[in-house]
Every structure is written in C-alpha cells, then in structure tokens.
C-alpha cells in the first residue's frame, strides 16, 4: 500500500467533491450556500469509516461557511434503539464538530412522508401490492431480463387509496401488504423494478412510539429528507449511485421547485485487520468476543477514544487518507502513525515498568533516598519538569538485562554500563537466579558523580545505552492491558465460505498484572493519556480506581529506541 503524506505546510489541491462544491458557489447554485448532513442510522455504534464521513460532511460546512445537520435516519424501529442515538451524539462531539441546529430525525418527516405517498396514490404512481416480500423479490428477475408486474399492479386509486388507509390504521397484518412506486418492472437498473415504499410493522418506535405501524423504506425517505431540509450536496458511499435515480425520481413526483440536493458518491473507509459493517461489531458485541461497543480493539470511535486515540489524530487520519472515487483499502498503521503523531506533541513523559526485575545498586547508602528532576516532554517547552524518586532498589524492564548479550547490546549486561535516565550510569556486577534459572536480583554499582544535570565532568560522559527505572521504595503497581489486532486475516470479511469470526486474534489482549510505574501516576484518572518512555502510548481505561490502575496501551513506540538517546 502507498501512503502519500503531505508536508506540514503543503497546500493540498481540493479534492473532487471540493471542486463541485466550489464550482456550484461560482454559479451561484443555491445562493452560494453550502448546507450538507450527517445521516446515520441509530442502529449501532458509529466507527472509523462514520468518522471519515462526519469529517467530510463538517468539514466541508465549516470550510465553505455552510452548515450541517445531524440526522437519525431512523426508519427501522425494530433495530433502532435510544442507546446508539446517544453514543453517536457523543462521539460527534467528542470528534470535535457541532451539528446546526437542533438534532433532526427521518421520523419527524413520517407525517409529510405519507401525506406524499397519498398524492402518489392519486396521481396513479404507487399501488398496493398484497403480495409477500419474497413473491415481489423473486418477481424483479435479474437486470438481465425483464421482471414480472404484480397482479396488483393497476389497481384502481380509490382501492389504492383505501387499502393504504387501512395499512395505517392497523387493519391488516405485519407483511401483508406494501406500498410500491409504478415505476418500470423492466428497467435495467433493479431499484426502478416498483420500489416497497412502505411495509407494515407493528413495532413500537423509540420516538414515535405507537402511532404508526407502517413504516417508509430508506430509499423513500433518505431524498426527501434531504430536501425537506434543504441540503445542497447530499454525500454518500458509493454503493448508494446505483440508488441516485430513484431518489430522484421520487423527487420529481413530488416536487416542482427547481431547487434539489445534490448527491456524490466517495469511496467509503476499508480498514485492514478489522470489520466495519455495524452489523458485524454488533455479533461480536452480543456473542461476547469483546467488551462492549467500546472495547479498546473495535474500530468503533468509542472503542479508539478508549484506546487512547485523541480526536485529533481521527481527524488527522481522515485528512490524510483523503476522498476519492474509488474503493481503496487503507493499512491501520496509518492509523497508529497519526496518533503516534499527536500523542508525541501532547503526552506527558512518565516512566513505567511492564514486566519489572529488580536491581540493587550494592555501593548506594542503604539509608539514602533521593528525588531527580526529568522533563515532562522535551517536544513541548512549556511542560516542565518534575521529581521522581530515586533509591538504592529500583526496577528495570526485564528484556534491559540479558545474560549473554551481543555485542551490539547497549542495554543491561554484566560489566557494562548503561545511564539510569534522569539519574546515575551504573554498571551491572552480577545476577541471582532463582531454582528455575530466572534472573530474581541483579546487581550493580553506580558512579556517585555521575548524577544527570549536575554539571561534573563524569555526569557528561557519554554511556551508550540509556534505560528507565521506577525506584522500588516509590513504585505503585498497575494493570497494563495490551491490544494487538482484532483478527489475524488482513481481510476477515473477504472469505466467501468461511465467517468473520474464524479469524479473530485469539492473542488480541494481553494483560499483565504487578506492572511498576512511578508514583506521580497515582492519581491517573480514567481517559488520562502519557507516554511510557521507550514502551509506548498508555491512556488510563475507564474501569481504573486508585486501588486497581488500569493502563491501556494506546499504541507502542514506533522507535523505542531513538527517541530516549538524545
Ligand atoms: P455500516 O455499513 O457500517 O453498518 P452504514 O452505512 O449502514 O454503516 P449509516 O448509519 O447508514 O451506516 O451511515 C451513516 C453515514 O456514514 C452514511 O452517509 C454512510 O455513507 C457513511 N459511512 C458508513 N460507513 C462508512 C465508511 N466505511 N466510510 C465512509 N463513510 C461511511
Ligand atoms: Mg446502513
């Protein structure tokens, strides 16, 4: 995969959608005025590829001064539920954008919605159909070969008219009966094939409760909605163009203004290594492979804010992927780079030990304890320093010390010295071992004179390997959980025989209890993000208390090691 990042300071060229947008304000389309949307369906939690598209949408609006709704295209009751409605305003805010107005529902155009669907009753363009929903499907044929017309078909408008009423009113039963548009059976595109506008469905609706039950279909709703509210340019994913004709067919039935939204079509977000349909995330919700909506390894926005991801690297990733015509698939390393990007520019600096072994420092005062000063984060002037706690016990990473190390190994070995970042060089003299042959004490001796910042010539000199340490005497334990990805396959949807699920990283979280981290971390609350020097991005998880710290690795360093040598 080709990754084309812009310089910082680079004029990006606009991107198609830009250029129609800009071209309709040149003629003067719509008075110059740029209104778009964000339309989800309340039927699950929003992910990567809504963020990719709730940055178009808004980011648009606020670049050529226009404005955008949210609407809940709610027009399924039996899957739509209060708890995604809220979920979606949040992590539209979260995202950092700000709908016009007041929030906007599919469901608040039923009234007007039906009232259409009478007057195509009258003028002879919509029909009953008393057929099920399999007859009528089987009836469309392929776009090979021309469908079979209904029986129903020329019905008279007075039946119409009347057995439509009656669907309303609750008079017959769930999958009866339909309401289709008359439009042509034999039309290459299937859409055209008399269209179901309404179905009856006894469901109670979250918003309208029970005084409907029949319900209009999407394609019936989504273009009307779209001009009831007046919005200029009406962006979807590709697979919706082949849907375009219809809606505005439906348009020119209803409608004799001059004035429609104008849809384009963008190729939606393909992530690698995960599933995005929301159908998907909510199997793996329901059947328990993750924890939740939310869980750190979904690609759903509340699972990356709890990851630790930040909006800005969403918005940085969806403004580098860019918008194209074209279905493309994008690495989630792109992803990480982004967050790694900004994490680096706002995390604090701290020092955590994931799998600690200790280090006695044999000709340090046993009695003695002392505080060193370490910078915050050496990318931001402004974020100070402060006081971490040094002592005669610390604890190093385990894979900092190796017993047989190669020569080019600048990190813990006997007889070599490393610096204890922000404090002394020590050189490691010896090591316990317990009966299994694991290293249980390593031994080392510091050079007094050595203290970083003090100025003597010795605590300039140049040690090779810099490490971190948590001082035993300070240390406060952590539970750090690690994510990998979620499937194993680059494609877990791509298998024609074999489910998604088959795929899943069965190593996907790793959690390591007894971590050692310094005690400024103590008061860590739940969505704090820092940086672990030399191990990566950790973000405090939403289940974390004093008593029982929970870290969630956000993303590992790319360059564990470049970052803490100079
Ligand atoms: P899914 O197929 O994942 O269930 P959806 O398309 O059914 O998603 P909607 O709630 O209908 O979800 O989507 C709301 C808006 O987000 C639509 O305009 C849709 O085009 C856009 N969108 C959904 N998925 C993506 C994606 N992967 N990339 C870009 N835009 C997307
Ligand atoms: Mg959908």
Redesign the pocket.
Known sequence: MEINIPEEGEVKSLNFIEQIIEENIEEGKNDGKVQTR???????Y?????????C??FGLAKKYNGKCNLRF?DTNPTKEDVEYTDSIEEDIKWLGFAWDGEIRYASDYFDQLYEWAEKMIIAGEAYVDDQSAEVISAQKKSPMEPGIESPYRNRSVEENLDLFRRMKNGEFEEGSRVLRAKIDMSSPNMHMRDPIMYRINYTHHYRTGDKWCIYPMYDYTHGQSDYIEGVTHS???L??EIHRPLYNWFLDQLINTEYRPRQIE?????LNYTV??????LQLVQLGYVDGWDDPRMPTISGLRRRGYTPESIRMFADKIGIAKRDNVIDVSLLEFCVREDLNKTTQRVMGILNPVKVVIDNYPADRTETVEIENNPEDETAGNREVAFGREIYIEREDFMEDAPKKFFRMTVGQEVRLKGAYIVKCTGIEKNAEGEITLIHCDYSPESRSGSGTPESQRKVKGTLHWVAAHDAIEAEVHLYDRLFKDPEPDGHKDVDFKEFLNEDSLKILKGCKLESSLKTAQPGDRYQFQRVGYFCVDKHSTPDNLIFNRTVALKDTWAKIQK
């Open positions: 964000f339309p989800p369906e309340p039927n699950g929003l992910h990567i590829g809504h963020a990719k598209a709730i178009l949408n295209d962006l979807c994913t697979e919706f963008f190729a939606r977000l393909n995005m349909s929301k159908r998907r995330l």
